[in-house]
């Protein structure tokens, strides 16, 4: 067993034959979650057993364009469909969007950023990525388009979308936006917008991002919510072309670390790697209504404590 630290999260990495013996169990050392990398098919039901989740490592979220946005809107609930035109009435009311469709103006760029990290310094265990893709988004080789709003002459938004043509796709794949603007959803707007930009360069699929299974760490369970309001569903990213898309197997000791509620999509059937269904397991310390968390792409959703809350196996 070897421990590591990932972005200020303890995580005790284990191999087949830690599994015996649960070394984690008499550790000394502060350990938040136990993984094992790549799982052996025929290990998936002792793992789950032991309280293990079996699930893709990282998430992509995917969603078909379809031919124009009101098609697009009609798969979205009532209060999804209303959420998002409110949001475009107050921003279309108040704002100046500017979309830079051809190629991404340096200074406009840089200004983003900088709300960017403002943004991600605000965030536990914040990372900032858009910085270290600056020269890519204005240089290439890959082709870039942004989305900006502006409130008079402040930069109060933006969002990055890279072009993937040999996907048929475009990855939404930074936004940032002000905190009184984050209140108004000004986010939506953008990415809708976005959407808007790719159905007219003709794409078919849209991502909003590819994020680590385990929500409550870098991401919190309320993103999860909102993509799926959005109209985008997770699916493992090795199903999407990602080609280090791997499984793993994750077992949540305590949420000393986590953000309460912990929220990772596990396999529905581990031990058939050929069913690719998810479920959702919340963790949590809380009384919780699991329902707040559901999506038409889950076989259910279930709720646990951490594992040093209970003495059984699950």
Not at 15 to 33: F, K, M
Not at 183 to 209: D, I, N, P, V
Not at 261 to 280: F, H, K, M, Q, W
Request: charged share 25%; aromatic share 8%.
């Amino acid at each position: 067993m070897k421990i590591v630290d990932e972005h200020g999260l303890s995580v005790a990495l284990i191999e087949t034959a830690d599994l015996t013996a649960e070394p984690w169990l008499s550790s000394d050392r502060h350990i938040d979650v136990v993984r094992m990398l790549k799982p052996p098919v025929g290990l998936r039901d002792d793992l789950a057993a032991r309280g293990f989740i079996c699930k893709p490592e990282m998430l992509t979220w995917l969603a078909r364009l379809e031919s124009d946005e009101s098609t697009f809107l009609a798969r979205l609930g009532n209060k999804s469909r209303q959420d998002i035109r409110r949001a475009q009435r107050q921003a279309a009311g108040s704002l100046r969007e500017v979309v830079q469709d051809e190629s991404v103006d340096a200074e406009t760029l840089d200004r983003f950023l900088a709300l960017y990290e403002e943004r991600v310094s605000g965030m536990q265990f914040g990372v900032p990525y858009a910085r270290r893709h600056r020269e890519a988004v204005l240089h290439g080789p890959q082709k870039y388009f942004a989305h900006f709003a502006f409130e008079h002459d402040e930069l109060v938004g933006g969002c990055l979308v890279l072009e993937c043509p040999e996907e048929d796709a475009i990855r939404i794949r930074f936004s940032a936006v002000t905190e009184s603007w984050r209140r108004s959803s000004l986010a939506r707007t953008l990415y809708f917008s976005a959407l808007q930009t790719a159905r007219s360069k003709g794409y078919t699929w849209a991502t909003l991002g590819d994020e680590p299974n385990l929500y409550g760490h870098l991401t919190q369970a309320g993103l999860f919510s909102f993509k799926v309001n959005m109209g985008f569903t997770a699916v493992p990213s090795q199903d999407f072309s990602d080609p280090t898309g791997c499984d793993e197997a994750d077992l949540v000791l305590n949420l000393a670390t986590l953000k309460d509620p912990c929220l990772i999509l596990g396999y529905a059937n581990p031990s058939d790697v050929t069913e690719r269904a998810l479920y959702g397991n919340l963790i949590t310390e809380s009384e919780i209504d699991a329902r707040k968390f559901s999506a038409h792409f889950l076989t259910e959703m279930k709720t646990r404590p951490p594992r040093n809350l209970r003495g059984a196996r699950d």
